[in-house]
Nanobody
Framework: EVQLVESGGGLVQTGGSLRLSCTASGIPHADYAIGWFRQAPSKEREVISCISNNGRHSYYVDSVKDRFTISSDNAKTTVYLQMNSLKPEDSAVYYC?????????????????WGQGTQVTVSS
C-alpha cells in the first residue's frame, strides 16, 4: 500500500517561510518522482515541484522557481519543500504526490498516488 504522509503546513505572513515534509512508503515502481501539487479555492490543482527518487533530477513550475527548493533525505524516503518569500497567492492546500514514472525533462509530472493534503495560508 502506498502511503504519503505530509506535515508542515500552517499560517505565515507575506515574505515568510515554511517547510513541508512528505514521507513516502510502498511505491511499487523502480523509478518514480515525488513532489508537491497545490489547489487554491476555485482553481485547478497544479504541480509545483517534483524530485526523482534518486534525488538527481527536479522540476519546478515557473511561479515558484528561485523561491521554493525541493530536496530529499539520504534514504530518499522523505521529501522536503522549503518555501521562502511566500506570497498570498501561494495560499492553497498542498498535496504530496508520487508519479510512477521517471522524471524527465520536458514532461510535466502527474500524481498517481496522493497524500491527504496540508493547508498553507499566507496572510498579507
Amino acid at each position: 500500500e502506498v502511503q504519503l504522509v505530509e506535515s508542515g503546513g500552517g499560517l505565515v505572513q507575506t515574505g515568510g517561510s515554511l517547510r513541508l515534509s512528505c514521507t513516502a512508503s510502498g511505491i511499487p515502481h523502480a523509478d518514480y518522482a515525488i513532489g508537491w501539487f497545490r489547489q487554491a479555492p476555485s482553481k485547478e490543482r497544479e504541480v509545483i515541484s517534483c524530485i526523482s527518487n534518486n534525488g538527481r533530477h527536479s522540476y519546478y513550475v515557473d511561479s515558484v522557481k528561485d523561491r521554493f527548493t525541493i530536496s530529499s533525505d539520504n534514504a530518499k524516503t522523505t521529501v522536503y519543500l522549503q518555501m521562502n518569500s511566500l506570497k498570498p497567492e501561494d495560499s492553497a492546500v498542498y498535496y504530496c504526490a508520487a508519479d510512477g514514472r521517471e522524471l524527465r525533462s520536458g514532461r510535466i509530472p502527474r500524481g498517481d498516488y496522493w497524500g491527504q493534503g496540508t493547508q498553507v495560508t499566507v496572510s498579507s
